[in-house]
């Protein structure tokens, strides 16, 4: 069984910083990318930002370009996501996804959300 544990979530004030960690562990996987997405009080669930750990390349939300960093390591199956210059807009609950590969099939992962609250 593979679980996404996250943490790092709270309250801050805008035009501070969060950072979220998200680890995957569990049964044996081939890693393929890990990411965030975030789903705000009343709205879906929306695309933050992925790395993919075959060339490290990152992607990212326009909302959240120049303001978020997206990183990881790869030997502790972690992803974080540092979150600079914080508005009330990024009030949300905040779930790392990971796309894994077990037993030769690949599988999508959710944790458990955290809770990111912005106060202006």
């Known amino acids: 069984q593979v679980q996404l544990v996250e943490s790092g979530g709270g309250l801050v004030q805008a035009g501070g910083s969060l950072r979220l960690s998200c680890a995957a562990s569990g049964h044996t996987f081939s890693n393929y990318a890990m990411g965030w997405f975030r789903q705000a009080p009343g709205k879906d669930r929306e695309f933050v930002a992925r790395?993919?750990?075959?060339?490290?390349?990152?992607w990212y939300a326009d909302s959240v370009k120049g303001r978020f960093t997206i990183s990881g390591d790869n030997a502790k199956n972690t992803v974080y996501l540092q979150m600079n210059t914080l508005d009330s807009e990024d009030t949300a609950v905040y779930y790392c996804?990971?796309?894994?590969?077990?037993?030769?099939?690949?599988?999508?992962?959710w944790g458990q959300g955290s809770q990111v609250t912005v106060a202006s």
């Open positions: 996804h990971a796309r894994l590969g077990v037993s030769g099939k690949e599988y999508e992962y």
């Open positions: 790395i993919y750990w075959s060339g490290g390349s990152t």
